[in-house]
């Protein structure tokens, strides 16, 4: 029996007639529209849903689609049969991808809704009106300044370094003693002591913003926030690698370099060089009606980062995290300036460094912890950090237990031949078409493709397996039948773009060195946070949610990171994706004082298990280095997903 | 009072597997040789009876080896020049059956050649390892493979970065793959996947778990080689293949097989000591569940032979 289909798509309209059971897909080729099937047509990627909005089909699959789209007559093209007469809209891929159940998206950053200028704020903008000197009133400009303090704002203890005391003079005469200074609440729970930050002449418009930063030193990639304090807001987020990388990549090499003559010093010059240039760069995205903003606005910075790149950026030894028994020199850094620390913000700017819980266990997580709401949570829930350092933490608001173990630096793209951070023009999706091999991806920003970010990878490895182009091992199965396979200098590789196709001209390839490394890396992840479990004596189903951090994009499809055995095999809904969870709770603490106290508390909450205690850490790993696990029984769905590109 | 001995009773078992094909099997072999099908820990007779006894191998070498210790130079004498007379003095000395190692300087046709040979020269099972370089090995083995086909040859040594093509030309000639992993069992599971999933026959791989000789980690291998085979027993379907390790190779590599000069006089006879140090190793592997043991010195394949009558027996 013949049906007649009515496709819109770009708001045009196209009709064609075909027999019962057609391919909805096959149909729309039909009628001239091109449905892309990046998959191959195997209900695997979910990029060809289509909406029947009237008549009948027979689905056959409706894997990537949530009940409530199926109920709002979604279809995918490839899995989806003809029975009737009928309308179908084809809508833009964007709209598609935002469908997805499989894909987790970062929220937009926000301003919590709790905050509130200045009284969250330990930092402030004060307008003082001082009485100006006279023959009759000899107090000097200090005093003076001292008093209105004390007089106009109640602050009873101002402190100031000598540099800053050195221009009050001339700052209050050349604001005919009108001032704007910038000052920091020192206890915020007092209220009476301060600290002066800054002296401007003249009364700054009250609304005009007033810099903040918010800065997370991972190992591998540094990313800063700069902030309004007035308004809360996120102005500019930039990131870029660490410095210290071409040192070594991993926390350990890091150290041992520093303890080497001269090294320490390299080491905090290279990340302070990394800072200083996104400072700028941070500035220089910002277009303001009064002006350019520049670094030396900045009067606070809040920075979260795991204690080894604490020390290091603060100059202070960090030998003895390496040795038994593992102690850092500090866990809470106190209150420091811009000057002493060596940031090119203003050199009064309050610096705080957030508190950490142990060698390998430090303000990045902890900042992590309370930017992912793990430490309210009534559930068990699990906080895996996909980073260089693999940390890891199970709990809720009465109990956190937390572990760390070295997973290097693939999933931020470096250590991998054509890896890149999550910037304009990496590959951050892929699929592999099962029958001929070609790829399909996604570039960010849209141009063309320079590299592959985390997600990418991710994405990559798991079609690369599904679709058999490795095994189980990660080998390069070099007689698959596909030009796209081929012996590199490194071994076996796969190409997924093609030198015409790219922004340097150069293919961009996976090769079988970059699979090694990112097996390792998703095997040191699922190994933490299983033997974690396992000590606790939880067993990974009841975790409640699973939240994953990490700065390898602003997006991740659970189903491939399950896949490929990096996540655990549970419903998608229990994941969500919060991105780089350090550099968000540097920004809470950063805006609110009690939030900064919150990060305090959860540090002393915590429990570090330190995994290489026993063997099972070992074990646990080399069963993981595998796709997806050696043990198939953990990963049904896998098992399920692999049954069917057998058949 | 009669004791009664608790008794464990084990969901899994080992797999049987037969080496070498007979003429009404489609090879040549006069007898094959099959070991596995174990049941209990090694050798708990209370519990069961021990199905199939582990054999001995002999190591030959397709060209003479200029690197082995002068002793076995001197048991195996001018034979050594020629895989064939080798062959059948290894026969003699009572090998179960026999490896063919080839090497580098090996063309596809000296290998082929020195197989044929080997083949012509005794009626027993041969397993076949190239030398040890992926590329060479693929090569070599393809070759012989081909020119064996259907004699149940089994051939070594895979690994887990090469496999591939080693599994695909035994799949196609009817021969057995060794699969060896660096002593851990995760990364024999593995190994052992990768080639099950290319769809090799389970009754036609041997796993290595790789060893060391008595004083150079033997004791790991031997933990190695106890945890694989309990895996086995508890059910886990790739950990159910017979085991084949190499004490020979690994005993003679060590100073106190290899050396009889320049050493302390406490070390007593050099004789003496090499062949029992290959001895002890390849026992305690035995025990520990090896299937197949590799060895080199003639005395030594007496002397296991003898210790293995006395456990199975017993
Ligand atoms: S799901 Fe239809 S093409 Fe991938």
Known sequence: MNHSLTFTHDEKQASVTVPTNTLLADAARLAGIDIGQPCGGQGRCGRCAVQVTEGQVRRRS??????????????LACQTVVEGDAAIYVPPQEKIERRLTTDRVVAEVTVPEDYEYPFSQTVRRVHLTLTPPSMDDQTDDWARLQTAFRLQRRFETVTCSLPLLRTIGSTLRAGDWNVTAIVEISRPSDHQTIRLIDLRPGHEDEYSPLWGAAIDIGTTTVTLWLVDLVTGQVKAQVAEYNGQIARGEDVISRIIYASKNGGADELRQRVLDTINELLERACKRVKLPQGKVTPDQIVKATIAGNTTMMHLFLGIPAASIRLSPFIPAVNHPPALTGREVGLNVNPEAAVDCLPGVASYVGADITAGVLSSGLDSAENVTLFLDVGTNGETVLGNRDWL??????????????????????????????????????PTYRVIGGGKPKGICGSGLIALLSEAFLTGVIDKGGNVKLDAPSPRVREGAHGGEYVVAWGKETESGEDIVLTRVDIDNLLRAKAAIYAGFTVLAENVGIPLESVDKVLVGGSFGKYINVEKAVQIGLLPDMEWSRFEFLGNTSVKGAYLALLDWRKRERISEIAKRMTYIELSADNSFYEAFTSALFLPHTDLNKFPSVAEALEKSNS | MPIEIPKDKWPGSIRTVTIGATSAEGGTRAKTVTVGGGTTMPYLHFEAPTPNKPAIAIEIKSRKPEDWSPLLAEVWGAAMADPAQWAKKAEEAGADLLVLALTVEDSPEDAVKAVKSVLGATGLPLIVWGPGQAEKDNELLVAVAEAAKGERLVLGICEDKNYRTIVATAMANGHLVQARAPMDVNLSKQLNILISDMGMPKDRILMDPTTGALGYGMEYGYSVMERLRLAALQGDAMTQFPMIVTPGFEAWKTKEAKVGEGIPEAWGDWKARAIHWET??????????????VLRHPESVKRVKDAIGELVVA
């Open chain 1, 62 to 75: 409706t894997l990537r689609l949530s009940e409530a789209d199926v109920a709002q007559g979604y279809a």
């Open chain 2, 280 to 293: 002890l190793t390849a026992l305690a592997l035995v025990e520990s569940g090896a299937d197949i043991v």
């Open chain 1, 401 to 438: 237990v937390t572990c760390a173990c070295s997973a290097g630096p693939a999933f931020e793209g470096a250590g991998v031949v054509n890896g890149m951070r999550a910037t304009t023009g990496a590959i951050e999706e892929v699929w592999i078409n099962s029958d001929t091999l070609e």
